[in-house]
């Protein structure tokens, strides 16, 4: 099984950016997408309907704004919007999809740049994320857990470490909840099979970093460690464009 996840930075621009042709291409059983930017009721046939897929959105009250979306080939068991907290569910960040041999979350965690209480707010939001993915854990289920988690979480992470301690995305307290993750006893999927530097997800478009791969690796697929060995590859496709993030791919073997 192949799932693919990538923040398309507006799925009405991607649309019109060759977004179906690389879809059609790469067939995953699984898409995850963040950052769909639109209300279902904005969107056309095409993207409601593509191909031989189901999907399902999350989207955010305020328009034009966050949101999330799931395409699959494979009918889910059970489908739950949000964490069921008003408080993080108006901003349309998560899908909870079950399947018979793991339960997976869509998630588009909060960017802290906006200030203090934005960065509040996105430590809140991975407490009550983890706090919900650990309790499907506590059923037995084997957890993944991927999307734009807006967090390099070390130095090999991001192109301009040092410039960037005191810049949301690597403040120390995002990065120890990363470390925190991890203890809890999930696992950084793509570092398992690839520990190389230069291999990122998000590029700045104002300052064209793309061109020059000064870029930060913030998009992830997590899986609790009774996930792992149904893991066979996860991998970063930084050749495909049409987003200011790139996708990421993980392989089960079922």
């Known amino acids: 099984m192949r799932i693919l996840c990538w923040n398309i930075n507006g799925i009405r621009a991607a649309w019109k950016k060759g977004f179906p042709d690389w879809f059609s291409a790469e067939a995953p059983d699984i898409l995850c997408l963040q950052e769909t930017k639109a209300q279902v009721e904005q969107l056309d046939h095409e993207i409601l309907h593509f191909e031989d897929y189901k999907c399902y959105f999350n989207s955010a009250e305020k328009k034009g704004?966050?949101?999330v979306a799931i395409y699959t080939q494979h009918?889910?068991?059970n489908v739950q919007n949000g964490l069921g907290d008003p408080y993080f569910d108006s901003e349309g960040r998560v899908i909870e999809m079950e399947f018979e041999k793991f339960v997976l979350f869509n998630v588009y965690f909060p960017n802290g740049g906006r200030g203090p209480e934005r960065v509040k707010y996105k430590l809140d939001f991975y407490d009550a994320l983890f706090r919900r993915a650990e309790s499907v854990r506590l059923q037995n289920k084997k957890i993944i857990v991927?999307?734009?988690y807006n967090t390099a979480h070390k130095e090999i992470d991001l192109?301009?470490?040092k410039e960037n301690v005191k810049t949301s995305g690597f403040l120390p307290e995002e990065r120890s909840w990363m470390d925190k993750i991890v203890e809890m006893g999930y696992i950084d999927t793509f570092r398992e099979f690839n520990q190389q530097p230069e291999w990122y997800t998000y590029w700045d478009q104002i300052t064209r970093a793309r061109e020059r791969n000064?870029?930060?690796?913030i998009d992830y697929f997590f899986v609790s460690k009774e996930t792992r060995p149904m893991v066979t590859n996860a991998a970063i496709h930084m050749q495909v464009m049409g987003?200011?993030?790139?996708?990421i791919e993980l392989q089960l073997a079922l």
Do not use: E, F, I, Q
């Not at 000064?214 to 690796?217: A, C, D, E, F, S």
């Not at 987003?243 to 996708?247: I, V």
């Open 146 to 148: 991927c999307g734009d």
């Open 65 to 67: 704004y966050s949101g």
């Open 159 to 161: 192109a301009r470490p």
């Open 214 to 217: 000064v870029g930060w690796r």
């Open 243 to 247: 987003s200011d993030h790139c996708p």
């Open 75 to 77: 009918t889910p068991l």
